[in-house]
């Protein structure tokens, strides 16, 4: 609608918008949709957002699909942001809140990512999609692919959450199960994409799924009445909608909705697989391959992630920081917010209750402050996570 050109996140290199694009065509790296914002904010404004569908594609002016009839939608986006009153009293807190992703179509997160990049393969005429994932990203690939008439080619680890591959398959995607980890069921894509006239999905290595996911960020700014929380704890894997909440919030102040005041980011990963942290904890810009990645919260099984400067930057330029937490704690974590909340979340977002106890025992975050929690998929989804 208002894109007027993408923007490679590390060299800065312009890329014309209406064509199909992967990564920087100098550089290899990520790039970023970027949109005239005051013609944007002449029609959306926060007055507007009220009688709008309630869903993500309320924020229409900020995505980058053209024409209507491109939108595949399945009622994506906009879940509740569910004030944990109970857990935040045992944990001496009064302000923490669970934004509950488990509750999206395919029950994860993933479905915000999907919705905006099969949209604009769509609208750029784009037949047949491929992924590699660590579960949830196939699922809703499969479902949005199937809900705009086109053909998805799955590359999933073996020892993927059965839910996973069974969802795929009941949705109509072509499944291909492969020994090994998300890394190389994307190299799996990469070997035979050009031959089959796959369009490549890889997260972040198409422009669209951030912009898909960061509509968290303006749903928090809407949910909050445009206060943004101080602590926003994300369950990072390649770190998308940890990113595009940060890009969400430069757009929003740019239209001047909120002020230059940031939540610190902070990313949980698990201890089996905990690049970010590393990097974060020996200062470095990108972070090193994760040697013998392993962990039951499959989300997080990415052993290295393209954007990994830019969850670094963002973690550094908001005074947050990087956690990890043992799958033990994680699975612990599960049934305790589940008891205390009835939310059955994910492990990836359970992840978050640990990480936020070490932060408040560092003193890095205080009883007073507003914390976000965020539970990116359903526990329905990890019955073998839970079945000794
Ligand atoms: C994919 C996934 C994550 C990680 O998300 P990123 O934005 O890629 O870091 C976390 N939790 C769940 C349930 C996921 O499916
Ligand atoms: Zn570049």
Redesign the pocket.
Known sequence: MNVTHLECANCGLRHEARRLHNLCTECGKPLLVRYDLERAADSLTKESLAGRRADLWRYREVLPVERDENVTSLGEGFPPLVHASRLGEQLGMNELYIKD?GQNPTQ???AR?MTAAVSMAKELGVKKLAVPS????AGALAAYAARAGMEAYIFMPKDTPRANVIECEQTGAHVTLMDGLITDCGAGVGRRKEAEGWFDVS?LKEPYRIEG?KTMGYELGEQFDWELPDVII???????????MWKAFDEMEQMGWIGSKRPRMVTVQAAGCAPIVRAFEEGTRFADEFPNAHTT????R?PK?IGDFL?LDALRASGGTAIAVTDDELIAATKEIGAAEGIFC????AACLPALRKLMSDGAVKSNDRVVL?N??SGV?YLESFST
């Not at 994910?346 to 977002?349: K, N, Q, S, T």
């Open positions: 992703e994860s997160f993933k990512g660590a579960g949830n990203a997260t996911k994300y369950p990072t894997g390649g770190g998308t909608g940890l990113i595009g919260a499959s989300g997080l990415v992630a969850i994910a492990p990836e977002g965020f990116t998929g989804k």
